[in-house]
């Protein structure tokens, strides 16, 4: 079982930063996997990236390399997803959601944070 918080969000102008917060309980770290999808108005929800907690490889959607950064705070049990250089594209819901698996491309989604809003003005 897996418990994600999320924290972060807002409105920000295109060009602009913002950083999302998943804390994540659980008693097994080993093999998970967390990540960050989205889902915009009418659009179907999108993989954007996610993180081996062990190891910390991560992996990313070619529409956000060189923009957005997945890191992890040990001590806190947290995963951040930093988003810079954001454009108008990147609105939408996004959700921390995590799984078990060796691979991140094969992770199911299994839990769930709450999701928060992404606004980004043109």
């Known amino acids: 079982q897996v418990q994600l918080v999320e924290s972060g969000g807002g409105l920000v102008q295109a060009g602009g930063s913002l950083r999302l917060s998943c804390a994540a309980s659980?008693?097994?770290?080993?093999?998970?996997?967390v990540g960050w999808l989205r889902q915009a108005p009418g659009k179907e929800r999108e993989f954007v990236g996610a993180m081996k907690w062990s190891g910390g490889s991560t992996s990313y959607a070619d529409s956000v390399k060189g923009r957005f950064t997945i890191a992890r705070d040990n001590a806190k049990d947290t995963v951040y997803l930093q988003m810079n250089s954001l454009k108008p594209e990147d609105t939408a819901v996004y959700y921390c959601a995590a799984g078990y698996s060796i691979l991140i491309a094969t992770t199911r989604w299994e839990y769930w944070g709450q999701g928060t809003q992404v606004t980004v003005s043109s």
């Open positions: 659980t008693r097994t770290f080993g093999r998970l996997v």
